[in-house]
């Protein structure tokens, strides 16, 4: 059951009158968050770069691995993809990807959306795209360096780095994956989707929860 989650960001100043009235006006399946959002910019995964927001897109996606504490250490651990195989002394990353994962809606996961998001972020060329340049993709090369081997399966062809930077990098809110199918039936003038996921993850994230709306207060 996908839990929804209302997002509604109140400026820092108001905090306790807020907190005071918020048990009656707040819907029981809704999370309010009180921020200051004078730097929020986007929740869309491709663009998004802040930490405040980061922590919000990360709620509404899912990356192939995620960053977690394992024995007191933050660990890149397997994430939609269930586990990968590192080959080519360190410079090819096969990702199986798990078969149960779903989006919101209930699309699967499948390997065209992990190639398209990935594809997508450089595309757009926003703030953390050169994170995925450092490890060796770049807009001119991704047709070669981001490639499908099957509908459960993705091939990166990365520079040798250590896989802990590798397997970290695409565990941040920007390797978030998006529904390609929702995404591009929300395009408009060639923009991937990017004004429809300003502010939302309906149908195109595979996280915990789903952003349907953010409102300022």
Same mark, same amino acid.
């Given at each position: 059951? +996908?839990?929804? @989650?209302?997002?509604?960001?109140?400026?820092?100043?108001?905090?306790?009158?807020? #907190?005071?009235? *918020?048990? #009656?006006?707040? %819907? &029981?399946? *809704?999370? =309010?968050?009180?921020?200051?959002?004078?730097?929020?910019?986007?929740?869309?995964?491709?663009? /998004?770069?802040?930490?405040?927001?980061?922590?919000?897109?990360?709620?509404?996606? $899912?990356?192939?691995? $995620?960053?977690?504490?394992?024995?007191?250490?933050?660990? %890149? @651990?397997? /994430?939609? #993809?269930?586990? +990968?195989?590192?080959?080519?002394?360190?410079?090819?990353? @096969?990702?199986?990807?798990?078969?149960?994962?779903?989006? *919101?809606?209930?699309?699967?996961?499948?390997?065209?959306? @992990?190639?398209?998001?990935?594809?997508?972020?450089?595309?757009?060329?926003?703030?953390?795209? +050169?994170?995925?340049?450092?490890?060796?993709?770049?807009?001119?090369?991704?047709?070669?360096?981001?490639?499908?081997?099957?509908?459960?399966?993705? =091939?990166?062809?990365?520079? %040798?780095?250590?896989?802990?930077?590798?397997? *970290?990098?695409?565990?941040?809110? +920007?390797?978030?994956?998006?529904? &390609?199918?929702?995404?591009?039936?929300?395009?408009?003038?060639?923009?991937?989707?990017?004004?429809?996921?300003?502010?939302?993850?309906?149908?195109?994230?595979?996280?915990?929860?789903?952003?349907?709306?953010?409102?300022? &207060?």
């Amino acid at each position: 059951m +996908w839990k929804r @989650v209302m997002i509604l960001f109140l400026a820092l100043s108001s905090l306790l009158t807020f #907190a005071s009235n *918020s048990p #009656a006006a707040t %819907p &029981k399946d *809704s999370l =309010v968050i009180a921020a200051d959002t004078q730097i929020l910019i986007s929740l869309d995964p491709a663009v /998004c770069y802040e930490t405040f927001a980061a922590q919000i897109t990360e709620a509404g996606y $899912s990356g192939l691995t $995620s960053i977690q504490p394992v024995n007191g250490v933050l660990t %890149p @651990v397997p /994430c939609l #993809a269930e586990k +990968w195989d590192i080959l080519d002394n360190g410079t090819k990353y @096969v990702f199986h990807l798990r078969k149960n994962a779903r989006f *919101s809606n209930g699309d699967p996961v499948t390997a065209d959306d @992990v190639v398209f998001s990935f594809q997508r972020l450089l595309s757009i060329n926003k703030s953390p795209a +050169w994170l995925l340049e450092e490890i060796g993709l770049t807009k001119e090369n991704m047709q070669e360096t981001i490639a499908k081997q099957d509908d459960n399966t993705v =091939v990166l062809k990365t520079k %040798p780095l250590a896989p802990n930077v590798i397997l *970290s990098i695409l565990g941040g809110s +920007w390797g978030g994956i998006v529904n &390609k199918k929702v995404v591009m039936a929300n395009e408009v003038n060639g923009d991937f989707g990017e004004a429809y996921l300003l502010d939302k993850s309906v149908g195109a994230g595979a996280g915990p929860y789903e952003i349907v709306d953010m409102e300022e &207060k």
